[in-house]
Nanobody
Framework: EVQLVESGGGLVQAGGSLTLSCGAS????????IGWFRQAPGKEREAVSC????????YYADSVKGRFTISSDNAKSTVYLQMNSLKPEDTAVYYC???????????????????WGRGTQVTVSS
């Protein structure tokens, strides 16, 4: 059974930092891309970042570029999202998701991802 488990969410003041973790099990980690998505109340799920675990290629949404950094530890089957300079508009539930590696797939498209975690809440106070 494939499982993705997020951790590291919490409450932080604007300008602060958090690091989210996504631990994967039940899949061949280096055959999958791992993405981070977020969903705020009343809003659609938004793609945040993605990493191609075999080569470390990364993608970011414009809204987080320069503030967030995605990385992976393939030996631990874990992907991290380092979030700096957090803003109140970053408040959301953050999900990690896995999709089979496909250079033709569009990384921000949530329908490309087969497996999802349950999410972790990030709240940024002003």
């Amino acid at each position: 059974e494939v499982q993705l488990v997020e951790s590291g969410g919490g409450l932080v003041q604007a300008g602060g930092s958090l690091t989210l973790s996504c631990g994967a099990s039940g899949l061949s980690f280096d055959h999958y891309d791992i993405g981070w998505f977020r969903q705020a109340p009343g809003k659609e799920r938004e793609a945040v970042s993605c990493i191609v675990t075999t080569v470390g290629l990364t993608y970011y949404a414009d809204s987080v570029k320069g503030r967030f950094t995605i990385s992976s530890d393939n030996a631990k089957s874990t992907v991290y999202l380092q979030m700096n300079s957090l803003k109140p508009e970053d408040t959301a539930v953050y999900y990690c998701a896995a999709r089979p590696q496909d250079p033709h797939a569009m990384w921000p498209d949530p329908t490309e991802y087969d497996y999802w975690g349950r999410g972790t809440q990030v709240t940024v106070s002003s």
